[in-house]
T-cell receptor, first 111, second 115 residues
Framework: NAGVTQTPKFQVLKTGQSMTLQCAQD?????MYWYRQDPGMGLRLIYY???????DKGEVPNGYNVSRLNKREFSLRLESAAPSQTSVYFC??????????FGSGTRLTVV | SQQGEEDPQALSIQEGENATMNCSYK?????LQWYRQNSGRGLVHLIL?????REKHSGRLRVTLDTSKKSSSLLITASRAADTASYFC???????????????FGKGTLLTVNP
């Protein structure tokens, strides 16, 4: 089925560990996004990529890095995880002036 | 900071009643979108209204947009228990000279529809 695929779905990290969240879309969308969602909050933008080869910071980029590997894939890396990064992470893609398509999320816990 | 603010934060109604949620935002927009999120799940796009549109319908959903007041409303008619979810408004705005677009979310309205 066409859409946005995120892996893994769940992850537990120890403080200081690193990991990469993977995201891939098969809809040939140019723009891709990473959001985090904390309890009682809406989604906050971490980083986005308007097109292959470009990335820009969003509202809460500190502690994260991203890579737009190709048009399909946009990964989010935590170099040294902190408890404050415990959250649910969503990847999304956008096609022109249409609604965004979201992945099912990665639930990350940092202990 | 978050662009949209939904009102109310929580809404509880009986099945069959209508539910109205409001959203206010701060800056100019390309379009405004509404999403639904069931507990613990991903977001589902419901409806998009462009900045030059005033009203849009999709099934039991009706969205209005007032750009002069920077506000929007989502009406769900004849609600069902399955409509129980969080509803978010999100504004799509251009940045970096108009070539890049970002979607900015409000904190959401938790709708509970009682059978």
């Amino acid at each position: 089925n066409a859409g946005v695929t995120q892996t893994p779905k769940f992850q537990v990290l120890k403080t200081g560990q690193s990991m990469t969240l993977q995201c891939a879309q098969d809809m040939n969308h140019n723009s891709m996004y990473w959001y985090r969602q904390d309890p009682g909050m809406g989604l906050r933008l971490i980083y986005y990529s308007a097109s292959e080869g470009t990335t820009d910071k969003g509202e809460v980029p500190n502690g994260y890095n991203v890579s737009r590997l190709n048009k399909r894939e946009f990964s989010l890396r935590l170099e040294s995880a902190a408890p404050s990064q415990t959250s649910v992470y969503f990847c999304a893609s956008r096609y022109r002036d249409h609604g965004y398509t979201f992945g099912s999320g990665t639930r990350l816990t940092v202990v | 900071s978050q662009q949209g603010e939904e009102d109310p934060q929580a809404l509880s109604i009986q099945e069959g009643e209508n539910a109205t949620m409001n959203c206010s935002y701060k800056t100019s927009i390309n379009n405004l979108q509404w999403y639904r999120q069931n507990s613990g799940r991903g977001l589902v796009h419901l409806i998009l209204i462009r900045s030059n549109e005033r009203e849009k319908h999709s099934g039991r959903l009706r969205v209005t947009l007032d750009t002069s007041k920077k506000s929007s409303s989502l009406l769900i008619t004849a609600s069902r228990a399955a409509d129980t979810a969080s509803y978010f408004c999100a504004t799509d705005s251009a940045h970096s000279g108009g070539s890049n677009y970002k979607l900015t979310f409000g904190k959401g309205t938790l709708l509970t529809v009682n059978p």
